[in-house]
Every structure is written in C-alpha cells, then in structure tokens.
C-alpha cells in the first residue's frame, strides 16, 4: 500500500506512517500538502498521513483548509512524540559544532540547548531536509536537529537525543482516504461547519451535542474565506455519525447550519 | 512611549506598531515573544505589540500561551496587510537573482512567483532578518522577501511589490499592556476559561452569552497542558465587561467555568 506524506525521508510524517501502518508500506514523499491531497485524491496513493495540530505550533490550518477543498476522509489519527536530535557527520564531536541546521521551529524549540552549546542556529525548510544538506556538504562543524531516523537513512551520527526544552511536545497526524471507514468502537467523528444567520447561531449549533450526551473534543472557528464576518467551525466529537445520539445531534445541527460537511469517523487514539 | 515588538527593524510586527500608535513612539526590537511579554510586565517598555493570528498560518498558539501567563491586558488589535516585496542590492536586476532569502512562510506564500523567476528558495529566521543579510554579503544575485520597508531600512534596492500568491494575506496583532482600558464604544473582549467537570459543560459555559444577546467572533479550544483531556477555550466576544449583559453572561460563564481569566477590553478594528 502506498501512504503519501509532505516532506523528505525521515520526516516526521513518514515516522508517523509507520507508527499507524506497521512497515508493510511505500511511504510516498511529497513536495507539498497539496500534493499529499492531490495524490490521493486521483489515487496515485491509496492513503496520505498529514500533521493537523501540534502542541506548541497548535492547528495546522493548510491541513484544514485541504480537508474541505477535497472530498477526503479521516479515516485514523495517530499522535507522534516529537523527539529532537542532534546529528552530524562521522568522526566529529559535540564541541567541534559551531552551526546548527534546521526548521525554525525545530530550533525555537530547542534554544535553551543551543545556547549553552553556544553555537549558530540556521534556518532550513524541513528538518529532513536539513539532515541531508549538512551530509552532502560533509563539514565536521555543521550539525543539524532531526527525528533520530535521519542518522540511519542520512549516515550520519546521533550527537546527543532529546534536545528539546519541553517534553511533552507532540503532533497529532489524521490519515485520510477517499473512503468512508467502516463503524467501530471507541470512535471519533470531525465535521465542519457554517451556521445559519441568525442569533446564538454557535449555541443553537451545540445545542443537539450537548442534550443528546455527545461530548466534544475539539472546537475552533476559522474566517470564513470570502464571506466576511462568517465563521467555519471544526468540530471532533466522540462517537460515530451513524450512533443514535451522534445522529440526532447532527440532524439538529443541520437545522441551524447552513453548510455540514463530514470529514470522516475514525478509532481514537489516545495522545500518549 | 516605548512599544515592545519582536523580531528585527522592518518586521511586520515593527509596521503594525507605527499603523497602530502613528510614528510617535520608540519601537524595541526584541528576540523572542517572552522577551516582549516580559519587557512589557517589568515596566521596560509600556505596551508591547504581538501577532496573534494569520489569515494563512491561523491562530499563535505562543501568544495565547503568553496571555495566560503573564496579568496583562489586551488594549487594542490591529490588521496588517502582508505584502511581499522583492528586495535586492542596489544595482542588480530581476534577470539576475538566483538565490531568495526569507522566513519559510513567507517563502511557501511567494512559491508561484520564485518558481517562475526559476530561483533557489532559502530559510530564513525572519523576513527582516533575511533582507539584513543579503546586504551584508552584498551579492547582485541574492534577494530577500520582506516588508517595502526593509528597503530603506537596510538600503535595498525593491524589484517587485505584491509577490504573494494570494493577496487577502492579513496578519492580527493584538496591544498588551500593564493597565486596563477605560470602556468605550465598539469594543471587543477576550477571555479565556476552562469549564467545569460536567456534562454539556462547553453548552452551558456558552449559554449565557446565547440568552443575552452577546455576540462571539472567535472560539479556539486548546489542550490543557498540564490536566489530560481537559481544554481551555479562548474567546473573543462583542462589547465591554461592564456592558449589563455580557456581565451578566460572563457570571453565567464563572457559574459553569472552573477558571475564568479576562484578557482584555478594546476597540474592535474591522479586518481589511
């Protein structure tokens, strides 16, 4: 099966991948998120893995933009612990490094180590990314931050791991699918929504949520992109939409909604 | 009057300072957003001026973080067109830019135009940054992405105005400082709370600002980061704490709420 993902190898996305998957895969990498639609959408994959909120960068609002331009499915989600490393070339050390490669939000978040290492922080467009610039270019001062798989894929070495300042940095990715999943236990359901232009329309929108005991686990309003002073609303809440009381609530929510769109149902996972 | 922005002089963050408080002000260039907040908390700057959310990259998480940490107050917000501009060394030409150095959203926003023009794209930590650095090296090939007026500030020459693939690209920035505002007309309210360990209790938080007419323009859940599945909300309603009826809707809120903290009060400025 081919699962695609944005980034180059060693990404965090592809190590998502086989978190979700298992290695029986082809971990198709993709320029772009677009691309990651795209290619599942014309089935040139039959699955994509995208990052949809992390704990620090909070919601990644491009993933949530494509989930309603494409008629894609969530159909799992898998939280991945993002856990920095410092790699270098063979044959070098810690104390010889004086630059640091990486995504600027890799390295925002492990400032407090790069400081007291006292060395350059450079900015790259993705961690992999960096991890395979600093090898091509083969100099013992250059390192870069990356997922501890680089090291193998990359050749090059693990400096020093865990190099973040908050341990609880994590990423949640959804996969999705042009199909429905089937329902199963312990379930989780994504929507998103405009409501009707009337008063309370957000509290008459939750109303059917809330008294038919469907509880909810995400909430976010997002501009609406060309109807000014409108808002879209992403909403996750726990069941399935085919559960009598899920149902219900969605039928109810459609009464004061002018638009629902379901982006899919799928096992819950609990972020570790 | 000293303001309090981060990143370095031509930033966005320094543009929204001068639309904000006219010219008349000392704008402090600082490294970090904690440095801001902390500038603006130990009496070293007056007010501090911050990005809280983009059309593109949605909401920062950090500045949410930050309010809840810190006992300032939101005293007015701003919307900062982002435009783009093509900055390079004086004497040199569009035909002979090879390499582009900016922040990488700012890159991912002008990748249609740097695609054309058929040249490399380089990370950068700022967009202000990037156009310091092309002037340092002083190569006619380089170019940087940042705001117009990274030009005269770093005696750049400008190629091309507007690069951005998509031209609604808006930033909100939000005023924090140590004092309250004194109520007025048309203003906004930002708070944030947790809810209480009940059924339907996001419903209910909500319910009195339903029934008393207020109206809400944003609502975002995070994750609380220290209890497991439970959320804060942060939420930005229409009108004044003292105004009756979003008193009375925000005592409902505390009945319902376990945490309640009030961010702010201030004049609302309709997005462009």
């Given at each position: 099966m081919k699962v695609a993902f944005q980034g180059e190898r060693g990404a965090y996305s592809e190590m998502a991948c086989y978190d979700f998957f298992g290695s029986e895969l082809v971990a198709l990498p993709l320029h772009t998120l677009d691309n990651v639609f795209q290619a599942v959408s014309d089935g040139s994959a039959e699955m994509g893995i995208v990052p949809?909120?992390?704990?620090?960068?909070?919601?990644v609002t491009k993933t949530y933009d494509l989930l309603l331009a494409h008629d894609l499915f969530i159909v799992g989600e898998t939280h991945q612990r993002i856990v920095h490393c410092l790699l270098a070339n063979p044959g070098t050390s810690l104390e010889r490094i004086s630059r640091v490669y990486s995504h600027p939000q890799a390295i925002e978040q492990c400032e407090s180590f790069l400081i007291e290492l006292g060395v350059e922080p450079l900015p790259f467009r993705d961690t992999a990314g960096a991890a395979r610039f600093i090898k091509e270019r083969g100099y013992a001062e250059e390192a870069a931050i990356a997922h501890e798989a680089c090291a193998q894929i990359y050749g090059l070495e693990l400096l020093?791991?865990?190099?973040?300042?908050?341990?609880?940095n994590a990423t949640r990715f959804v996969v999705v699918s042009r199909k429905h999943l089937k329902a199963t236990e312990d379930v989780k359901t994504s929507l998103v929504f405009v409501t009707k232009h009337i008063p309370a329309a957000l509290y008459k929108c939750l109303g059917g949520f809330a008294t038919n005991g469907v509880n909810l686990t995400k909430i976010e309003s997002r501009p609406h992109k060309t109807e000014k002073s409108r808002y879209l609303f992403y909403l996750d809440l726990e069941g399935h939409p085919e559960d009598p009381n899920v149902k219900e609530a969605i039928e109810e929510l459609r009464f004061f909604a002018s638009f629902v769109k379901m982006l899919g149902a799928y096992p819950k996972e609990t972020s570790q």
């Open positions: 949809i909120e992390n704990t620090y960068a909070g919601t020093k791991k865990s190099i973040e300042t908050n341990a609880e």
